[in-house]
T-cell receptor, first 112, second 112 residues
Framework: GDSVTQMEGPVTLSEEAFLTINCTYT??????LFWYVQYPGEGLQLLLK?????DKGSNKGFEATYRKETTSFHLEKGSVQVSDSAVYFC???????????FGKGNQVVVIP | DSGVTQTPKHLITATGQRVTLRCSPR?????VYWYQQSLDQGLQFLIH???????AKGNILERFSAQQFPDLHSELNLSSLELGDSALYFC???????????FGPGTRLTVL
């Protein structure tokens, strides 16, 4: 079945640092890929998505590129702010079978 | 604000009891999904309804059931509750044929 793997452990970094969160997936065919963000005490918000190979999703300074050859969808941001502190989830779904398969999530803590 | 509403926000109950969680999708969305978020299992898909009909089941226990009503709101019923059922339960909705799901704020269930 489909699965999503995110790097282990929380990520702690200083304000204005570069952020990378790794995400790889196992799936048949050509899934759509997503990053969702969960701020403390809130639900999940869609951050960005990509629906086909080599597509780049971007939003609020975050970017991720759909890499079919490496089955990856790594999230990056060039200069993080304290307000980016949250849990980030990588997820995938297939057209016609819209259940989302999520990674375990990464807690990101940005220190002023 | 995603437009998806869930009630109640918090629920505390005892083992063996039964509870009902309610979800109202975004206006016009016909699909409703339920997910469970727990520390050990992460985010797991439970069930999908489309316009009143069950479309897909995931890792949903037999003690759990759901339904979607003619006004498109959905309810998740959890019975014979166990300590391990303590979790955040999210509802999400999507437009017909769309791959993006919009999440509600969740219901935090605590079973004592």
């Amino acid at each position: 079945g489909d699965s999503v793997t995110q790097m282990e452990g929380p990520v702690t970094l200083s304000e204005e640092a570069f952020l990378t969160i790794n995400c790889t997936y196992t799936a048949t065919g050509y899934p759509s890929l997503f990053w969702y963000v969960q701020y403390p005490g809130e639900g999940l918000q869609l951050l960005l998505k990509a629906t086909k190979a080599d597509d780049k999703g971007s939003n609020k300074g975050f970017e991720a590129t759909y890499r079919k050859e490496t089955t990856s969808f790594h999230l990056e941001k060039g200069s993080v702010q304290v307000s980016d502190s949250a849990v980030y989830f990588c997820a995938l779904t297939h057209y016609g079978n819209n259940r989302l398969a999520f990674g375990k999530g990464n807690q990101v803590v940005v220190i002023p | 604000d995603s437009g998806v509403t869930q009630t109640p926000k918090h629920l505390i109950t005892a083992t063996g009891q039964r509870v009902t969680l309610r979800c109202s999708p975004r206006s016009g969305d016909l699909s409703v999904y339920w997910y469970q978020q727990s520390l050990d299992q992460g985010l797991q898909f439970l069930i999908h309804y489309y316009n009143g009909e069950e479309r897909a089941k995931g890792n949903i226990l037999e003690r759990f059931s759901a339904q979607q009503f003619p006004d498109l709101h959905s309810e998740l019923n959890l019975s014979s509750l166990e300590l391990g059922d303590s979790a955040l339960y999210f509802c999400a909705s999507s437009d017909q044929g769309a791959d993006t799901q919009y999440f509600g704020p969740g219901t935090r269930l605590t079973v004592l």
